[in-house]
Structure formats: structure tokens, C-alpha cells
């Protein structure tokens, strides 16, 4: 019997992700990567058996030229298969995509106005759509927000300390991101019934962000108008002095441009150490006293730790602090490092709990038991996230 299906894309710098849903049930996950040299591929499917295979792709960015040949092949796509909608996780600074948008002629037409600002997010979400149009011809595509859940934020954590005149002229403000990963978080912890008060998300992966949660909706974060604000991450600064990147302009003499994306993509945890953007390898290569991935691994602890102190004191307390995303679910060490001088807060992790596997969609208490804070680890599920909102969306229209 033919299904109806939604399709969820989900680009990054790094990596092309991709998933299949049908009545909200995943039925694959599908992940572009580099790895020795060439573009390979897993299939993950719903009894956990990943398939790998060569993508046989010169270039990440045509992944979703390979989307329904790879499915077919693994027999998860069949001929009478249909893709309803498909759904597109959007990065984009402005107002107009803080709300969930139809990829129509009018917001493909603010997204190629906003592309000058952030041309590294961007220009790939405007490539991404011509792709999956030809791939999917007459399909509908929704550009899921990764900043809609901060549209909650109060003034003072939307503003940035310009004239505000200035800040509405020219839409400048605070817009957040890694949305859809603290909503995922969110509702995971209300299904458990362990939603507090005053939540803070740490989102730890190839980005990074801490995320001041009251009552279930985004009061503070540490990323602002672009992903670059905040913490410093695999390959981004995060936060730096204008003054400082000018000079970094004028000394290397490069445009523009050219500097986005070394503060972008060639800083962080990979400028630093100059060796890798992996904390895997980083922790290896520690062990042997590698100095500048000890560096590396320092200042990334020290900027999680400032950050979640910031989020604390935005909500005047802490009632507990989750740890997300790639590096958040998968590193015992990590978590260990960056709770280390978080007692202060009430917040110390259960050793042997922390370094117990995390069980997928697992709300797991890492924390030691009768402490003021709860620790716990949550993986988020951005892929359901915009699957759903996608859905929802087409079905309501």
C-alpha cells in the first residue's frame, strides 16, 4: 500500500541530514558525510541497523540528488510512495523567518535579500531548495524556524545595547537558534513529567548554546542575530570583539567574506588546536600532552561553564540543567569537565550515572541524588521536530 510521506532536510556545514516520516513515525534517517577522502552515506533504520555505503558524490551539497535512489534501493521507498510536504530547518536572521514560512515565491524572495548577511547559512538553504524542487517537482516545502522558539523572549534578551530605532530599521536583534533542539528537549521533559520552572538546555555539537528555559518557553540564549554569538564551538568563535575580527581583516588582508568564514568554519575547537574539530581525536590527542588540543579543550569547557552561569543568572536560579546534542549525549567526559565548577549552582553529576549509556530518547538523571538541581541528559530530535511542524502545517493550510 502506497504511503504518504514527509521528507525532512536538515543541511549543515559539515554534513547533509536527511529523514522519512510517515503519521509522525520515522521510518529512516538518511546522513551525508565526508570520511576518507569521499562522501559516504548511512542509512539508519527503525530496528537500529545502520547501512553504509559510498554516495558516489563529488560534492556535499547535491545530496538531495541522491534522497530517493538510496531509499529505493534499501526498500524503503516504493514507486507508489508519495512525499506530501517536505520540511526544511531554516537558519536565517530576521523577524519574518522567527515563524515557520511555505517556501513560496514571497519567502524565497526575503531569503535572497537576507543572503549578504549570513551568505554561509543561506546561500546553502537557497541551493538546498532548488535541489529538493527538482528532486520532489510540485511537493511543497516548508522552512521550519530554527529560532521560533525564542520568539518568546522578553525584550531585554531579544535587544542588543543599540538604539533601537536602529534595531527595528534594520531588524537587528537577538534572534537565538538551536530552537528546534531545546523545543525537542521541552516537550520530552513534559512527557516525563519533569519539566521544572527554570530549565537550562546546554546544546553541545558541531554549535553550541545554553538556553535559559522558564516554563516551558525560551526566556534567554546565548546565540544572537547569527549562530556565531555565544559559546565557541567545533569551528566557530563564538563571541568576539567587532574590534578584534577588523583587525583580523586588515592584517590578513582578506574580504569580507573570507572572514565569515574563518570565524565560522576554521576557528573554534579546530583553530585553536589547529588540529582537529572532533573532541574525540582533541581527548586523544590530550593524552599526549598535546598542548594545543589541551587549549582547545580548556577554552571550550571554560565558555560552557560562562555560559551556563549566564543562563543561571538570567533566571535567578537553576532547577535543572539538561545536557543535548551530539557531544552533550555521547561524552561522559565532557559533561564531567563542564560540571566541575557548577557546584556552586547545586548542580554535580553521579559518576557512575554519568558514565552509564544513554538510552535513545532516554531522559536520563545523571545528577546526584538529594542535591538542590537535577542533571540530566536528554538526546533532542530536531528530525521529529520538523517533521511534525511540517505536517501540521500542510495539513492545516
Known amino acids: 500500500m502506497a504511503k504518504k510521506l514527509v521528507l525532512v532536510s536538515n543541511p549543515g556545514s559539515a554534513s547533509r541530514k536527511y529523514a522519512l516520516y510517515e503519521n509522525d513515525a520515522l521510518v529512516a534517517g538518511l546522513h551525508f558525510e565526508h570520511r576518507d577522502g569521499r562522501i559516504i552515506y548511512t542509512v539508519s533504520v527503525s530496528d537500529n541497523s545502520d547501512i553504509t555505503n559510498d554516495a558516489e558524490l563529488s560534492n556535499l551539497a547535491f545530496a538531495a540528488t541522491k534522497v530517493v535512489n538510496i531509499l529505493r534501493t534499501n526498500g524503503l521507498f516504493s514507486d507508489g510512495d508519495k512525499v506530501g510536504c517536505i520540511g526544511l530547518r531554516i537558519v536565517a536572521p530576521s523577524t519574518f523567518f522567527q515563524t515557520h514560512r511555505l517556501l513560496n515565491k514571497t519567502s524565497m524572495d526575503h531569503l535572497k535579500e537576507l543572503e549578504p548577511r549570513a551568505s554561509l547559512h543561506i546561500s546553502g538553504t537557497l541551493q538546498e531548495t532548488e535541489l529538493l524542487r527538482d528532486a520532489f517537482p510540485g511537493v511543497p516545502i516548508w522552512g521550519i524556524s530554527d529560532s521560533a522558539f525564542h520568539s518568546t523572549k522578553p525584550l531585554i534578551s531579544h535587544s542588543y545595547a543599540i538604539s533601537q530605532r536602529i534595531a527595528e530599521e534594520h531588524d537587528i536583534w537577538r534572534f537565538g537558534y538551536h530552537g528546534l533542539s531545546v ?11 519533569k519539566l521544572p520552572k527554570r530549565l537550562i538546555v546546554c546544546h553541545l555539537g558541531s554549535g553550541a548554546s545554553v538556553t535559559a528555559v522558564l516554563d516551558g518557553k525560551s526566556y534567554n540564549t546565548t546565540m544572537g542575530y547569527s549562530p556565531l ?3 565557541m564551538m567545533s569551528t566557530r568563535t563564538g563571541n568576539i570583539d567587532p574590534a578584534a575580527t577588523e583587525a583580523i581583516r586588515n592584517g590578513l588582508n582578506i574580504t569580507e567574506d573570507k572572514l565569515q568564514i574563518l570565524l565560522n568554519t576554521r576557528s573554534g575547537l579546530l583553530g585553536v588546536s589547529g588540529l582537529s574539530d572532533d573532541v574525540r581525536e582533541l581527548l ?12 582547545a579543550l580548556e577554552m571550550y569547557i571554560d565558555r560552557a561553564q560562562q555560559g551556563i552561569g549566564q543562563m543561571v543568572a538570567a533566571l535567578g536560579g537553576v532547577d535543572s540543567l539538561v545536557f ?3 557531544i552533550g549525549v555521547r561524552s561522559p567526559e565532557l559533561r564531567k569537565r563542564v560540571a566541575s565548577k557548577l557546584l556552586y549552582l547545586g548542580l554535580t553529576l ?16 545523571i545528577g546526584r541524588k538529594n542535591h538542590p538541581a537535577e542533571v540530566l541528559v536528554v538526546p533532542c530530535d530536531e528530525a521529529y521536530e520538523i517533521a511534525h511542524s511540517a505536517s501540521h502545517l500542510e495539513n492545516n493550510r
Open 284 to 295: 586523544e590527542l590530550e593524552k599526549s600532552n598535546n598542548i594545543d588540543a589541551k587549549l
Open 324 to 326: 543535548t546534542g551530539t
Open 350 to 365: 553521579d559518576s557512575k550515572e554519568n558514565h552509564a549509556g544513554i538510552i535513545k530518547d532516554e531522559v536520563a538523571n
Open 183 to 193: 523545543g525537542s528537549v521541552v516537550k520530552k521533559l513534559k512527557a516525563a513529567d
Open 229 to 231: 554569538e555565544g559559546l
